[in-house]
């Protein structure tokens, strides 16, 4: 027992200091920050022609399609932007839920504690992996009142991940109808933003959005955990006022 205390005190606490500090760089690697081109360099007609799912545009990035696999930094482009965390809006739609950064969180009337009812309509498997490890010692989730539950009854969001079958559509509906009022949907991940590399396949849908309405998109391909850490943060508007960098 000594051993294990004296090996924690040599380590110290290894738990992240975010959201009261930036995340560090291993928290927020290079590819999690957006992909912006270069000034100097206009958008060649290469790196459209090279993006693997049509991400880049005259006018920039649709994050919400970027997979950040990097094809485009030879093209002039650099991760260079912020870290790309949670948007209210999904770039390619305009018209849909109306930013909420620096506005009224949904969940702001719960307080200091939400539960999240994690839904797995179809993914890979890594944006799981990257949103159960904020329940990790590093991340600690429990520590900003944040907790995972078994049961839609007990949850307050709705967190989505992977790209959906039309299998999980309805067992989706039914989670999002079982959660009480009020409540918040987060779709996290390229896949459950709008497809990500099967966007446009046979017997999937284009999104999240298009099954239930969503209140955050967590761009990335997966996600870092701080990113699912900052989505959440949103709900109950206890964000980091200045953008992490
Ligand atoms: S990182 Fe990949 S997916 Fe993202 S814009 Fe560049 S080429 Fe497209
Ligand atoms: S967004 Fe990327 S990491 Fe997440 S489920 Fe889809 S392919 Fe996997």
Same mark, same amino acid.
């Given at each position: 027992m000594f051993g294990w205390l004296g090996r924690s005190a040599a380590r110290g606490i290894l738990t992240t200091r975010y959201p009261d500090a930036p995340p560090t760089p291993s928290e927020a690697p290079v590819s999690a920050h957006a992909p912006e081109p270069r000034p100097a360099v206009p958008i060649s007609p290469n790196a459209v022609a090279g993006c693997p799912v049509r991400a880049i545009a005259p006018d920039g990035v649709d994050q919400g399609r &970027?997979? +950040? &696999? #990097? +094809? &485009?930094l030879a093209q002039g !482009?650099?991760?260079?932007? *912020? %870290?790309a965390l949670a948007t209210a809006k999904r770039p390619d739609r305009p018209e849909g839920p109306g930013a909420i950064l620096g506005g009224a969180a949904p969940? #702001? +009337? /719960? @307080? +200091?504690s939400i539960h999240v009812f994690l839904v797995d309509v $179809?993914? &890979?498997?890594a944006c799981n992996l990257e949103v159960l490890s904020i329940a990790h010692p590093q991340y600690d989730a429990s520590r900003l009142g944040i907790f995972f539950t078994n049961s839609p009854r007990h949850a307050d969001v709705l967190l989505v991940v992977g790209v959906p079958t039309e299998a999980m559509v309805e067992p989706l509906r039914r989670a999002y109808d079982a959660i009480p009022a009020p409540k918040a949907v987060v779709a996290t991940g390229a896949c459950a933003i709008r @497809? $990500? %590399? !099967?966007? @446009?396949? *046979? @017997? /999937?849908?284009? $999104?999240v959005d298009e099954i239930v309405p969503v209140d955050l998109y967590v761009p990335g391909c997966p996600p870092p955990p701080v990113a699912v850490l900052d989505a959440l943060l949103r709900l109950i508007g206890r964000e980091r006022t200045e953008a992490p960098t």
């Open positions: &970027c997979i +950040r &696999c #990097a +094809r &485009c !482009f650099e991760f260079s932007g *912020p %870290v969940l #702001a +009337r /719960l @307080g +200091r $179809g993914s &890979c498997n @497809g $990500g %590399v !099967f966007e @446009g396949t *046979p @017997g /999937l849908r284009s $999104g």
